[in-house]
């Protein structure tokens, strides 16, 4: 089963939450804070491996998390930092955010590429001490890691791509040109996914060569199958345009060459301008005048014209030389540059750790914040200073300002993710 698309949730892992702890050691005397910092969250990881063809994985797993950071201990031990988690994709798969469709990545390349990156550790205790505060009883507490849902794309890699109607031929010129296997019958979308052949020209020279299953007309509408592998096509530096020359099937070659590159240049105009080779396929079962009106009306507008016959390889030899030639002048397979994230993201992004909602009900006001709850974990309330700073907080998150806002006063109910207390001007 042939699967070039497919959606995911990755997140990476949260760090770890800093330590709160003494120094407790025998003949030493206020032996002060030594709790640790928390370890760094996983990140997530997309690598290219060439022993996957397809996205099928995807569809039976669709959520990846990477471990979080172990927490801080006492004597000033930093916890250990997650490993990162490496997801495996077929080369030319491409990354979107789903919410955006921006493009993360293009996975080419060998190059690992960090998609999503693990939070840091919170801070231990030891870090809170001052000359008035020499006790602290409070740490900070390790950072979200980032988490996306994203889209992945798969976009063959050839050099070539092979368009045309169903049951032109693609699929037997691609297997005695290459080692390609595909399935070849006398009927129509017998090739029902990609098929990649590498062709061999000399000893050190090769490229490689996509067999795309059949176009009909209105494929760039959704039409046929075809629309599901117009995307493999945008990565060829080079069309073969494969023509029935012979008509056996009640179709006009002429008609056949328009239809298809208007589909195309539908999907992609980009693909109309990509430089083009039409291979008239089954010749010899063609007349000597429909060969000859078909050449004349491709050479008119300028792209090399070839007669073969796959089925017998006549042809096919002086057609991969000039495929070859081609390619030499061409520059190297498309490559998608990761787009960047817009502004508006960014200071969204930014803003995110201090979102929160108040809502008032019967005297008591009810705080949103999820990000704080974190934070409260730390927080020993029995402990001043560590009350204090749960104080500046509240003030530097603006949510203390938003209650005055709302005509909070003195002894009013707060009820922050479900501590409650009362509020004291």
């Known amino acids: 089963m042939f699967v070039d698309q497919a ?3 990755i997140k990476a892992g949260d760090g770890g939450d800093g330590a709160v702890s003494f120094h407790r050691e025998k003949y030493v005397a206020a032996g002060g804070p030594d709790g640790g910092d928390g370890g760094k969250g996983g990140d997530v990881i997309f690598q290219v491996d060439d022993n996957f063809s397809t996205l099928i994985d995807f569809r039976y797993k669709r959520k990846y998390v990477a471990e979080r950071g172990q927490n801080g201990a006492a004597r000033n031990c ?3 930092s997650a490993q990162p988690l490496i997801i495996k994709v077929p080369r030319g798969t491409i990354i979107r955010e789903a919410s955006t469709g921006r493009i993360m990545a293009d996975m080419s390349t060998d190059e690992p590429k960090i998609l999503a990156k693990g939070g840091n550790g919170g801070k231990g205790n030891v870090h809170f001490a001052t000359s008035t505060r020499q006790i602290p009883k409070f740490a900070k507490p390790g950072y979200p890691g980032e988490e996306f849902e994203v889209t ?3 976009k063959l890699l050839a050099d070539v791509g092979l368009v045309g109607f169903p049951n032109v031929g693609k699929s037997t010129l691609i297997s ?5 296997k595909p399935k070849i019958a ?3 979308f017998t090739t ?6 590498v062709v061999k020209v000399e000893e050190e020279k090769s490229f490689v060569m996509a067999d795309i299953p059949g176009l009909i007309e209105g494929a760039g509408d959704g039409v046929g199958l075809g629309h599901e592998f117009l995307r493999h096509v945008e990565r060829c530096r080079l069309i073969v345009h494969v023509i029935d020359v012979s008509g056996i099937e009640g179709r006009n070659p002429v008609e056949d060459f328009e239809i298809i590159n208007a589909e195309l240049a539908k999907f992609d105009e980009e693909l109309a301008k990509r430089p083009q080779i039409v291979a008239a396929n089954k010749s010899d079962m063609a007349t000597e005048e429909q060969i000859d009106e078909l050449r004349s009306y491709i050479e008119d507008k300028g792209l090399p014209f070839f007669c073969i ?8 030899a002086e057609l991969i030389n000039k495929v070859s030639e081609v390619l030499d002048t061409l520059p190297p397979i498309k490559e998608f540059e990761p787009d960047p994230i817009p502004q508006a993201e960014l200071d969204e992004k930014a803003g995110q750790g201090q979102k929160f909602e108040i809502t008032e009900e019967d005297g ?9 709850e974190p934070i409260m974990r730390t927080i020993n309330i029995e402990d001043y200073s560590s009350l204090q700073y749960f104080q500046r907080v509240l003030i530097s998150s603006g949510i203390i300002a938003k209650l005055e806002e709302m005509g909070i006063e003195e002894g009013d109910t707060v009820s922050l993710e479900g501590f409650e207390f009362d509020y004291v001007s």
């Open 364 to 372: 008591v006001y009810y705080v949103e914040a999820p990000w704080i």
């Open 186 to 188: 006398n009927y129509h």
């Open 176 to 180: 005695v040109v290459s080692a390609a």
């Open 78 to 80: 930093t916890g250990k």
């Open 309 to 316: 016959s796959a089925a017998t390889t006549m042809g096919t």
């Open 192 to 197: 029902l996914s990609p098929v990649l052949g």
């Open 7 to 9: 959606k995911i949730k």
């Open 152 to 154: 992945l794309e798969l």
